[in-house]
């Protein structure tokens, strides 16, 4: 104990016929000599009854256990054990060998067996400063993973709930894009059916038509020939617009076995260069006598069916050169920027509200007394264009040009 007071062990007092717990409080003169001791006993059922309503988990305990392994105090005090074997014998357990182990920490914590219950079981100590005390409660490790248990349980249901939720969504979103694809690819595969079936036929429908149309012209151009002088001028006037008709069919026709043929051919993919197809191209449909001023900037190459892509170029050209010709100085100007090659011109032009019919075969946005052709030409280059995974488009004003603008795809 301390210089005053001593704490003994409890013991059972005969005339009492209880627990107490004995008290030695000294007294000293002034030389520092014992004079006498003043002894009491403290009934071990007064702190307990104060203890009693402490606020403590189930089968959790506390007390006061002396250096020598010996319990002075415990709360609750166990059912089914007898006191003598909690007050008048040694501790024989986990926090009594820890305390008979000197020196250890005056505060901590360790886990193992209770002497009492014998199950494992978390002591919390600290050892009292003027006494050789040392204060402790003991909760059973079963109450902590208990009570962790309640805390997480309701996150853990929430987690779990969330995971199957993410599971059950996952695998409906695959089985769906799953079927997605396969309703897709299936759409895909019958619209290129239908496709083909639709350029096949039209393929030979335009074949078959040849034949009688030069039938019709070639057999309208004999009755005119061999009744040159027996006709009236009504007749010869509706041979003649026969025959201009048949023409005109037949440019039709062999417009659309073009579009045909090139929806149809192989795409022979190589470096082209641009520069020297342009002006292979330009000398084809371009005037060379001066009429139109020709401006081709360098252009840098693509990877392209050099034949295809020439048919592109023709075609723009000879749209320029056409639209351009009412112009007091027609020009046209080709050049490169921003990845798009294009075709310039000072010509009619046309109204933007009607450009989405600029490129659909056989559409014209000028009638066909005002500039000859079938209309076929920007179809065919779309066409072309389009096979080369690229884009083509068209902007202009009514009597200030037109710009044309295409690309090539990677391939």
């Known amino acids: 104990g301390n210089r005053d007071l001593t704490i003994g062990r409890a013991f059972f007092g005969p005339l009492t016929r209880e627990w107490v717990a004995p008290l030695g409080y000294g007294v000293w003169d ?211 617009q026969i025959r201009r008709s048949a023409a005109r069919m037949g440019e039709l026709i062999d417009d659309l076995l073009e579009l045909s043929r090139y929806s149809r051919t192989t795409l022979a993919r190589r470096t082209v260069d641009m520069t020297a197809v342009v002006h292979g191209a330009a000398a084809d449909v371009v005037p060379g006598d001066g009429g139109v001023e020709l401006s081709i900037a360098p252009l840098p190459p693509c990877e392209a069916d050099p034949a295809l892509i020439r048919v592109v170029w023709t075609a723009l050209l000879s749209n320029a050169v056409k639209y351009s010709a009412h112009s007091p100085r027609p020009s046209i100007e080709v050049g490169y920027a921003n990845g798009i090659y294009f075709v310039r011109d000072n010509g009619v032009g046309f109204d933007m509200a009607h450009a989405e019919k600029l490129f659909g075969v056989f559409s014209r946005l000028h009638g066909a007394d005002e500039f000859e052709g079938t209309g076929a030409g920007l179809a065919i280059a779309r066409r072309i264009v389009e096979r080369h995974g690229g884009t083509i488009s068209a902007e202009a004003a009514p009597g200030c040009g037109a710009t044309f603008r295409f690309s090539v795809g990677v391939p």
């Not at 820890?98 to 919390?124: K, M, N, W, Y």
């Open 30 to 240: 002034r030389q520092g000599t014992l004079k006498l001791i003043l002894g009491a006993g403290l009934p071990l059922s007064k702190p307990q009854a104060i203890w009693k309503d402490a606020p403590l988990p189930e089968r959790a305990a506390f007390g006061l256990v002396r250096d020598d392994g010996y319990i002075l105090l415990r709360s609750p005090l166990p059912a089914q054990s007898r006191l003598e074997d909690i007050y008048g014998t040694r501790a024989s357990g986990a926090m009594a060998a820890f305390l008979l182990d000197q020196p250890h920490d005056t505060r901590g914590h360790l886990i193992g067996a209770s002497r009492i219950s014998g199950e494992e079981t978390l002591f919390v100590y600290r050892r009292l400063a003027s006494f050789p005390l040392t204060f402790y409660i003991a909760n059973p490790t079963a109450n902590i993973r208990t009570g962790w248990w309640e805390r997480i349980w309701p996150a853990w249901l929430l987690l779990l709930f969330l995971a199957l939720a993410g599971y059950y969504a996952c695998r409906w979103t695959v089985t769906r894009q799953s079927a997605w694809e396969r309703e897709r690819a299936l759409r895909i595969r019958m619209l290129e059916a239908a496709n083909q079936e639709l350029e096949d036929f039209a393929y030979t429908v335009a074949h078959d038509l040849k034949s009688p149309v030069r039938a019709i012209d070639g057999h309208a151009g004999i009755a005119l020939a061999s009744a040159e002088g027996g006709l009236s001028d009504a007749l010869r006037h509706r041979l003649t």
